[in-house]
């Protein structure tokens, strides 16, 4: 087979695919449709390689069903459509890199231990430090019960009450909440500092969440040049010239 016509096979071993998978593609409109021998087998070109390779490059920037929807926008013409998802994606790990300050500037705030009583934080009642969060009161209740807090009752009224460590727990539950942290991946987090007495558990953590930004930021840039090539090499082989 020439070097313009590609099997199937021929695009998986370059990236150590399945035929199935290359073929599960197509149909999805990752790749444009590919050409049909008179016995009905599937004909690929450099195209169709170029787009497989578009693809792949983009999942690690913007997630399986971004990319998934970029190629497919862009195979059909929607140009513009793709180059939204595109800037939605960067909003997002702009607000991602802005949620990620706010946790440091919470650790910051909450690590002295040397600071004035009155400005260290707790003892609380749930409303006024829900009010504090900006969270509804059945959330603290509900981090409880996930055991990222544990406050004590108090004995005389029952109501829960927040020790200095506890606000402490629950301004970081917060945090890494935004962040984009599940309940039980924070749970244990927490235990760490507990038992550690202190917050350095948490750097590891916030280490390997700007380590996971910034190569999602050097993908989107990797993602993007080869996106542009791909655009470049169309021409006029896909209706590249509005939405659709």
């Given amino acids: 087979m020439g070097r313009d016509r590609l099997r199937p096979v021929d695009l998986a071993r370059e990236h150590g695919l399945s035929t199935q998978a290359v073929r599960n593609y197509e149909e999805a409109g990752i790749l444009p449709p590919a050409e049909r021998t008179p016995s009905g087998y599937r ?58 300050k706010a946790v440091e500037h919470a650790l910051r705030d909450l690590a002295p231990s040397d600071r004035p009583a009155s400005i260290r934080p707790g003892p609380m009642f749930v409303g006024p430090l829900a009010r504090q969060l900006g969270v509804r009161p059945a959330t603290l209740r509900k981090w409880e019960r996930a055991g990222l807090i544990r406050p004590q009752r108090d004995p005389a009224t029952g109501y829960r009450v927040y020790a200095p460590a506890d606000v402490r727990d629950a301004h970081l539950a917060h945090q890494l909440r935004r962040g984009g942290y599940l309940l039980n991946q924070i749970a244990p987090l927490l235990e760490q500092v507990r038992s550690a007495g202190g917050l350095e558990p948490l750097e590891s953590a916030l280490s390997d969440w700007r380590r996971r930004l910034t190569m999602r930021g050097r993908a989107m840039l990797a993602g993007a040049g080869e996106l542009s090539g791909y655009l470049q090499e169309c021409g006029d082989r896909l209706p590249l010239d509005g939405g659709g």
Avoid: C, W
């Fill in 43 to 100: 004909v690929y070109g450099p195209l169709h390689a170029q787009a497989l390779r578009v693809f792949l490059a983009l999942v690690p920037a913007h997630g399986h069903p971004t990319a998934t929807a970029i190629m497919r926008a862009v195979n059909k013409g929607d140009v513009e459509g793709a180059l939204a998802m595109i800037d939605e994606s960067h909003a997002q790990l702009l607000k991602d890199r802005e949620t990620l």
